[in-house]
């Protein structure tokens, strides 16, 4: 199994998600590719809320997506450089309702990220649609501080892409 820079991050969410009550069903990281041209990194983590006081309001869980681009192609509408963080809720079929931005640094801190997760989760971030690109309802700033090892997580990702790049 290939190692990817962002690996012992989303590990540190997950742990802060589950220390919060938040148990994590399924946490995953990749490495994508978009229409052949350029490639990305992401990860999807996914909380099971059905064994907790949320389960009636959040009966398929919550996705919580990390995702970082190089920005080769941001002139032609695809994302900027750089990490982001979205949540969407989960529906009965497996699929998602449209991500919307969930108000962390891309980097953030794995408290943070659990954090912004109990107030999506509580209905305080409410959840955008394709019509306002994902935007959340929520007017009330950044949440948290960064993770402690970002910069070496941006270097890693950097490294990550110029490797890419070659290929």
């Excluded at 998600?17 to 994590?24: F, H």
């Excluded at 907790?52 to 920005?71: K, Q, R, V, Y």
């Excluded at 994302?79 to 009965?92: I, M, R, S, T, Y």
Aim: a negative charge; charged letters at 30%.
């Amino acid at each position: 199994m290939r190692t990817l820079p962002h690996d012992d991050y989303i590990e540190a969410v997950t742990v802060a998600l589950d220390t919060a009550g938040l148990p994590v069903e399924d946490g995953r990281t990749d490495d994508c590719e978009t229409r052949g041209t350029y490639c990305y990194l992401n990860a999807v983590i996914e909380v099971d809320l059905q064994h907790t006081s949320h389960a009636e309001d959040w009966p398929h869980g919550l996705l919580l997506i990390w995702e970082w681009h190089s920005g080769i192609e941001a002139e032609h509408g695809e994302p900027d450089k750089g990490p982001v963080w979205q949540f969407a809720e989960l529906k009965e079929d497996g699929s998602n309702e449209y991500p919307t931005e969930l108000p962390v640094y891309g980097y953030a801190s794995p408290a943070a990220v659990a954090d912004a997760a109990r107030k999506v989760i509580s209905r305080e971030i409410g959840a955008g649609h394709s019509f306002n690109y994902g935007r959340a309802k929520w007017d009330g700033g950044i949440i948290g501080d960064s993770w402690e090892r970002h910069a070496e997580l941006d270097a890693a990702c950097e490294a990550w892409a110029a490797e890419e790049a070659k290929e």
